[in-house]
């Protein structure tokens, strides 16, 4: 239920980010001013849409697969080939929060600026990498719970 929350909050960063990209079209163009912060700014948006949207994708079960042999398997031989590819998946996301976070509290600990003119803080974007590794991971420990349930049983939870 929060992967589907937040999966319905980031759709609303497109309309963030495309509204911003329409005021440095307004700026660039009608004022000949161009602004220092759109192109950096739209990034940011982006990189946090992209993070905190992987337990969004997961729940929804759309990330990719070989759909060529996958299809081909029943629910429950599906569900026994994911636990084995879930041991990928944890060392995966482990690493990711794991390292992500380094890089967020080294961001922190450093006040890190970007080496643009603007300099906006870096360190609550870096965070985002360790934030939305946390949210597949708890979604993906929900995905291994439904794929044990229905290995073991050939039953599907509600």
């Not at 589907?4 to 495309?18: A, P, S, T």
């Not at 079209?25 to 161009?34: A, C, K």
């Not at 609550?124 to 291994?144: R, S």
């Amino acid at each position: 239920m929060m992967s589907e929350w937040i999966g319905r909050l980031l759709c609303w960063f497109v309309v963030v980010m495309f509204l911003i990209i329409c005021f440095e079209i307004f700026m660039r163009y009608i004022f000949r001013m161009p602004t220092l912060w759109v192109h950096e700014t739209t990034g940011f948006v982006l990189c946090i849409a992209v993070m905190l949207s992987g337990g969004f994708t997961l729940y929804h079960n759309t990330h990719v697969n070989v759909e060529i042999f996958y299809t081909r398997l029943s629910p429950r031989k599906r569900a026994i080939l994911d636990l084995f590819t879930w041991l990928m998946f944890y060392a995966f996301v482990i690493i990711l929060i794991w390292q992500g976070g380094e890089l967020a509290r080294l961001s922190i600990a450093r006040n890190e600026h970007s080496n643009t003119y603007w300099r906006p803080i870096m360190w609550p974007f870096k965070l985002m990498v360790p934030i939305g590794a946390v949210f597949i991971l708890l979604q993906g420990l929900a995905k291994t719970a439904r794929d044990l349930v229905l290995a073991i049983t050939g039953k599907e939870l509600a």
